[in-house]
């Protein structure tokens, strides 16, 4: 079981939990992606059975009706075993989220038709390469239905936009977490502030749609504002379940804000690994479950 505190950063251990959760996120104008917990596997049965999981989450996507998508990571489903493992059971989950029963609605009438949306998130800089390969095959197979994050401190990724651009789908672009090599990234936070703001205009100047802001900092977002008011390109904005949630609700709920508004939700039984990360990553986080912590 899931303690009070880690309940915050994760939505449940199953797919019903997760589910449930974002029908309570609907309910207030947030949509959801869904992601199973679990990464760098290095052997290919737990590649198998998650990407097994994801074909099954697309399906019940459709069944509950909710406004949700799904997001993996390549080496959950198998990059470090091979890249073709990798490969096929993208393709896997990708063919389920584009297959009738993704499409129909409960009640067997055409619902959505252009599926159940597939995100592909991007890990550290040896995975990027295969990752955008992979994206740009999906995007054009499917007109779109799938998207590819990319890393604003990679000092190769305003270059990866260029590519990018011509492309259907979406694209995500968030600050990264990853403690890359100097020669290949920014380390100083104002310098990957200044390079999130760079790729932020070059997205909403060059891409006819999906733009997808990956940040938290009130800064970018408001940025992204300005830059949808100069240029009209359709964005949401994406933060993750238990930082800034009042935010994203306020944001949701704003008539003069255009961008749809989603949230990330991690669920699993593997939730230990990722709370633990969460609250590392962020002293905000590590000050919260203190407080939390102390609370009981």
Same mark, same amino acid.
């Not at 955008?132 to 604003?152: I, P, S």
């Not at 995500?172 to 990853?178: E, H, M, N």
């Not at 890359?180 to 760079?198: G, M, Q, T």
């Given at each position: 079981?899931?303690? $009070?505190?880690? /309940?915050?950063?994760?939505?449940?251990? =199953? $797919?019903?939990?997760?589910?449930? #959760?974002?029908?309570?996120?609907?309910?207030?104008?947030?949509?959801?992606?869904?992601?199973?917990?679990?990464? #760098?596997?290095?052997?290919?049965?737990?590649?198998? *059975?998650?990407?097994?999981?994801?074909?099954?989450?697309? !399906?019940?996507?459709?069944? +509950?009706?909710?406004?949700?998508?799904?997001?993996?990571?390549?080496?959950?489903?198998?990059?470090?075993?091979?890249? @073709?493992?990798?490969? !096929?059971?993208?393709? @896997?989950?990708?063919?389920?989220?584009?297959?009738?029963? *993704?499409?129909?609605?409960?009640? &067997?009438?055409?619902?959505?038709?252009?599926? =159940?949306?597939?995100?592909?998130?991007?890990?550290?800089?040896?995975?990027?390469?295969?990752?955008?390969?992979?994206?740009?095959?999906?995007?054009?197979?499917?007109?779109?239905?799938?998207?590819?994050?990319?890393?604003?401190?990679?000092? +190769?990724?305003?270059?990866?936009?260029?590519?990018?651009?011509?492309?259907?789908?979406?694209?995500?672009?968030?600050?990264?977490?990853?403690?890359? $090599?100097? !020669?290949? /990234?920014?380390?100083?936070?104002?310098?990957?502030? !200044?390079?999130?703001?760079?790729?932020?205009?070059?997205?909403?100047?060059?891409?006819?749609?999906?733009?997808?802001? %990956?940040?938290?900092?009130? *800064?970018?977002?408001?940025?992204?504002?300005?830059?949808?008011?100069?240029?009209?390109? $359709?964005?949401?904005?994406?933060?993750?379940?238990?930082? +800034?949630?009042?935010?994203?609700?306020?944001?949701? *709920?704003?008539?003069?804000?255009?961008?749809?508004?989603?949230?990330?939700?991690?669920? %699993?039984?593997?939730?230990? /690994?990722?709370?633990?990360?969460?609250?590392?990553?962020?002293?905000?986080?590590?000050?919260?479950?203190? +407080?939390?912590?102390? &609370?009981?």
């Amino acid at each position: 079981m899931i303690p $009070p505190i880690a /309940s915050n950063f994760v939505a449940g251990e =199953t $797919p019903e939990a997760a589910l449930a #959760h974002v029908e309570g996120l609907n309910d207030r104008g947030v949509a959801g992606i869904l992601n199973l917990l679990g990464e #760098h596997y290095e052997e290919r049965p737990p590649a198998d *059975a998650d990407a097994d999981a994801y074909v099954d989450l697309v !399906e019940a996507i459709a069944e +509950r009706d909710v406004d949700a998508c799904v997001s993996v990571k390549s080496s959950q489903i198998g990059l470090d075993v091979g890249d @073709r493992v990798f490969e !096929e059971n993208l393709a @896997r989950i990708v063919e389920a989220a584009n297959a009738p029963t *993704a499409t129909d609605g409960d009640d &067997g009438s055409d619902g959505d038709e252009s599926g =159940t949306f597939v995100w592909i998130d991007m890990e550290d800089h040896e995975t990027t390469d295969v990752t955008l390969d992979a994206f740009e095959r999906h995007a054009v197979e499917t007109d779109g239905n799938v998207g590819v994050c990319v890393q604003a401190n990679l000092k +190769r990724t305003r270059d990866d936009l260029e590519r990018l651009a011509d492309l259907p789908g979406k694209v995500r672009l968030v600050k990264g977490a990853y403690d890359e $090599p100097a !020669e290949l /990234s920014y380390k100083k936070k104002a310098r990957v502030d !200044e390079s999130y703001r760079d790729c932020l205009a070059y997205m909403f100047g060059a891409f006819d749609g999906g733009v997808a802001v %990956g940040s938290h900092d009130p *800064a970018m977002i408001e940025y992204a504002t300005e830059l949808y008011a100069d240029h009209g390109t $359709p964005y949401e904005v994406q933060m993750l379940t238990g930082v +800034r949630e009042s935010a994203q609700f306020e944001l949701a *709920a704003d008539p003069d804000t255009d961008a749809e508004v989603y949230q990330y939700i991690p669920y %699993g039984s593997k939730w230990f /690994s990722y709370f633990y990360r969460r609250i590392r990553e962020r002293k905000s986080n590590a000050l919260f479950a203190l +407080r939390a912590i102390v &609370g009981n």
